[in-house]
């Protein structure tokens, strides 16, 4: 048990192996199925968290349009979700029967050519990572390989998402509009809105967050981690070593995409819906909140920083509708302010040396209790014991001096 432990702490594992106890037995131990459901809803945006720890926090690189990948991700699983909940029978009152209902409402015919392979889901599933990273490479290479970078880069994915966002409200019959795609029921013919699925659905959320860290922990400890840092610190001087500075900001660009199209399609799935309200520059801001907050270097600071936050909202959209949005700009402000370094910043400068000197005090009386039980006890004279020891001149009973 102590080796296992020794490896734990040597890998930097034990923030993950408590967050992996956290989600996986005190959550749904502790909420009820809704809550429970809220929760799987904030872990998702906690993918792309994830990825702009890689991204900013390793790569340097500040993105303000991750909503982009997001929405990419859930609209693909959406596809395959909706035209599952669009057959002919459920769909035998519209004058088309078998395509979408929004579809119908703007005079389309037929399904559109490009909507057809996401009847299948084998296609959906990798349209979710495949999507979000082919338009990240696109963006990524025609900006980094001129060395566009800085605010100039933030404000440009802040452009994408807007442009995006207006596409997608714009081609209603396409996309939905600005309802989005609603009333997706089943996958697979799995109804994804009962009790049980929704317990199903946490737990793969979850289970996948966790092997998403385990992937960026192997990137950050990889030769490759090594040099996105150093690209970020002194890009300069990784660019005069050799090394092609815009593929790497390439690669992690796409990384980041990859994990927020995933996080996308799960919210999809556990709330039952997509709209263009979760692609545009509001929410791309929010999730840059997500990893500011629970620290940008910190991976599974960001988990935590993600849970946080979304919490907050609900909390306070809950108990003070009227002044939520101010209590939460507060919150956002505070945390900033107090703890630039986010919450993983409190805990290795706050916490760890606290618990690091509590043990050392710990471990310091245990061994004085340890060495004063050790040492052997000194023999002492007692003054009221008769003695027997004879005097050296004593005279003989009887006899005089």
């Known amino acids: 048990m102590n080796k296992f432990t020794a490896w734990i702490n040597s890998k930097g594992l034990s923030s993950v192996l408590i967050l992996a106890v956290v989600l996986l037995v005190l959550f749904p131990l502790a909420f009820d199925i809704f809550r429970l459901n809220l929760v799987g809803k904030y872990l998702t945006y906690a993918f792309v968290a994830l990825g702009l720890v890689m991204l900013w926090g390793y790569g340097g690189v500040l993105s303000l349009g991750q909503g982009v990948f997001f929405g990419l991700g859930g609209y693909a699983m959406a596809m395959f979700l909706k035209l599952e909940a669009s057959d002919p029978e459920s769909t035998k009152i519209q004058s088309t029967p078998g395509i979408p209902d929004f579809m119908d ?3 389309l015919t037929e399904l559109p050519l490009w909507w057809q392979p996401f009847e299948h889901l084998p296609f959906a599933m990798i349209a979710v990572v495949a999507i979000p990273t082919l338009l990240a490479f696109i963006i990524g290479y025609a900006m980094f390989k001129r060395r566009v970078g800085g605010v100039y880069f933030a404000i440009i994915t802040q452009a994408v998402a807007l442009i995006l966002t207006v596409l997608i409200i714009g081609q209603q019959g396409y996309t939905g509009g600005v309802n989005g795609m609603t009333d997706l029921k089943t996958l697979l013919g799995w109804d994804i809105r009962t009790d049980s699925a929704k317990y199903i659905l946490y737990y793969v959320c979850a289970l996948m967050l966790l092997g998403s860290i ?11 981690g090594t040099l996105l840092l150093a690209m970020r610190d002194k890009e300069d001087r990784v660019r005069f070593s050799g090394y092609d500075v815009a593929m790497f900001k390439v690669f992690v660009f796409c990384l980041a995409a990859a994990l927020s199209g995933i996080g996308g399609a799960l919210f999809t799935l556990q709330v039952g819906f997509m709209s263009p309200s979760f692609v545009g520059i509001v929410p791309s801001i929010e999730m840059v909140i997500y990893a500011a907050v629970g620290g940008r270097m910190s991976l599974v600071g960001a988990v935590y920083g993600a849970l946080l936050v979304n919490f907050g909202k609900t909390y306070f959209s809950e108990s003070f509708p009227d002044l939520w949005l101010f209590l939460m700009a507060g919150l956002f402000i505070g945390v900033t302010m107090a703890f630039p370094d986010g919450l ?7 916490v760890k040396p606290w618990w690091a000197r509590k043990q050392a005090e710990r471990l310091a009386i245990r061994a004085a209790v340890a060495r004063d039980a050790a040492t052997p006890a000194t023999p002492t004279d007692d003054i009221n014991a008769p003695s027997t020891v004879r005097p050296l001149h004593a005279t003989p009973t009887g006899q005089n001096a």
Not at 344 to 350: I, P, R, T
């Open 344 to 350: 993983a910043g409190v805990w290795e400068k706050k």
């Open 105 to 107: 409402w703007n005079q």
């Open 214 to 224: 385990a992937l960026c922990l192997w990137v950050q400890k990889s030769k490759l």
